[in-house]
Each structure stands twice: as C-alpha cells, then as structure tokens.
C-alpha cells in the first residue's frame, strides 16, 4: 500500500486469504513449499494484517478490504479477548 502497488497488494492478500486465511478468520502462521505447515496462528500478525487491510483500503479505494479487515478483527476480539481480574 505504501508503493502504491495495488496489483501486488492485492497479489499479496489474495495469496494470504487462499493459503493461509482459516475458517474461523485468523491466519495460520507458517507456510512452506506450497502449503501451510502450521496452522497456529500469531496475534501480532493479525493486528498487521488489519492495519494492512485498513491501509490498502484507503490507499486503493477498495472497500472490501475494509470489510475483509473488520471481520479479521472480529475473530481476534472473539477468540483471542479474554476479561479477567486485570482488566
């Protein structure tokens, strides 16, 4: 997005949402010679991810990334968001 590249970013994220997107909308974490080798996923990459997202969006004019950023974010605060005693 920073390029100006939209065929990349969108090259990029469509790799992403084919190879790596899991059914419950986070991201699996590694990918190796054609397929994913571990399907945990990494909190701080899906905060880059919706950053991304939300960055292409603006810079390409794009809404469904928007859209593709809001529900990424919607898995993490309802899978990884935990209420506990410290807050």
């Given amino acids: ?15 992403t ?10 991201v699996a974490w590694k990918h190796e010679k054609g397929k994913v080798t571990d399907e945990n996923n990494a909190t701080d990459g899906e905060i880059y991810l919706i950053w991304a997202l939300m960055k292409g969006a603006l810079a390409f004019n794009e809404p469904r990334y928007l859209a593709d950023a809001a529900a990424m974010a919607a898995a993490v605060d309802r899978l990884l968001i935990r209420n506990s005693s410290h807050g």
Avoid: V
């Fill in 1 to 15: 997005a920073w390029q100006g590249d939209a065929e990349a970013f969108a090259r990029i994220w469509r790799f």
């Fill in 17 to 26: 949402k084919l190879q790596m997107l899991r059914p419950d909308g986070l």
